[in-house]
């Protein structure tokens, strides 16, 4: 049995992950799919995500944060 992580109010915290990479990698995409968000991710190879945001799978029990490309920094 794997313990939970328990954050500042004492509740259990979701599995929190993080998408990296070059911008046009597909991070908003694999986003969207997990998710069911629409319009986050684009077809060119600039930049849509202009600012890390946090979002829910599906079922609830992950936390995405999709983050800028980081060959745009």
Do not use: W
Not at 1 to 27: E, H, V
Not at 51 to 70: R, W
């Amino acid at each position: 049995m794997r313990a939970a992580a328990i954050n500042m109010s004492g509740t259990p915290q979701k599995p929190y992950i993080i998408l990296l990479g070059d911008t046009g990698s597909g991070k908003s995409t694999l986003l969207e799919k997990l998710t069911g968000t629409k319009g986050k991710s684009s077809v060119s190879s600039l930049s849509y995500t202009d600012h890390a945001e946090v979002y829910e799978t599906f079922d609830e029990k992950l936390q995405i944060c999709d983050t800028p490309g980081s060959n745009g920094m």
